[in-house]
């Protein structure tokens, strides 16, 4: 089942916009009175019937609603610093959207290699991949964060707070991630943070404990950013699936 994408169809609108129509008419060959499937990016998917195939303004109506398609009984931010090859990145964007997350924010710390963020093509990129994994609801990618303003940040009451950090801290416990997860059974809401090449430092680990955040460890091998992102997305999505 191919799924289309319309961001406006839960306030009415009812005509797919170029891209989406291009694809329907031109590429897939659809019809008028053909049924598509279209999702709303909020988690909804509508079954819905052509009855004007314009590759430019493909109109629709709709003919049932289906709430909570293709949704996770959690709710995950993956906070991440991207690395100097934004490709990177992008992969893991794509692969975190198929596995289960919900919002995304590029981090910039002191030991961050890249400075500059611009989320465009990204944002399709998450787009695709949540029609090509069947999920209602489009994770949220929010504009480049430093750091320290993340950590301070407050969060829905019962939140887990996880930071990736690859030394020990003395006087501090750092547990595997498994283990953080297994000791909050009843918890749904998550966030982890994963810094950049050069990891966190210091003075932000130190502000990191001083706002509740619980180091964690994603176990012994090294790995780059991006895997370490969706190692910890998945340890999530495998602990409450």
């Known amino acids: 089942m191919e799924l289309f994408y319309s961001r406006e169809i839960a306030a009415g609108e009812r005509v797919l916009d170029r891209q989406e129509s291009g694809h329907c008419i031109k590429v897939l060959r659809h019809r008028e009175g053909d049924t598509i499937h279209i999702v709303d990016g909020c988690g909804c998917l509508y079954r819905c019937r052509i ?6 303004a493909t109109v629709f109506e709709v003919e049932e609603t289906i709430e909570g398609y293709g949704a996770h009984p959690y709710h995950l931010t993956m906070a991440v610093a991207p690395p100097k090859n934004i490709d990177r990145f992008e992969w893991f964007c794509e692969k975190a959207t198929e596995t289960g997350v ?15 963020f611009k989320g465009d093509r990204c944002e399709r990129i998450i787009i695709s991949a949540a029609k090509q994994s069947h999920k209602g609801a489009i994770p949220s990618l929010a504009a480049l964060t430093p750091v320290r303003e993340f ?3 407050d969060f829905a009451p019962g939140t887990q707070k996880y930071i ?6 003395e006087g501090a416990q750092k547990i595997h991630i498994r283990e953080a997860l297994a000791a909050a059974p009843d918890s749904r809401d998550f966030v982890v943070m994963i810094g950049p090449e050069g990891d966190f430092s210091r003075d932000e680990i130190s502000l990191a404990l001083a706002h509740g955040w619980q180091l964690i460890s994603l176990g012994d091998s090294r790995l780059r950013i991006e895997t370490a992102a969706l190692t910890a997305t998945s340890a999530v999505y495998l602990s409450r699936v």
Not at 102 to 116: A, Q
């Open 102 to 116: 919900d919002v995304i924010v590029p981090i910039v710390g002191d030991y961050s290699e890249r400075k500059v």
């Open 151 to 153: 950590l301070m940040r």
């Open 164 to 169: 990736c950090y690859c030394s020990d801290v």
């Open 51 to 56: 009855t004007k195939a314009d590759p430019n």
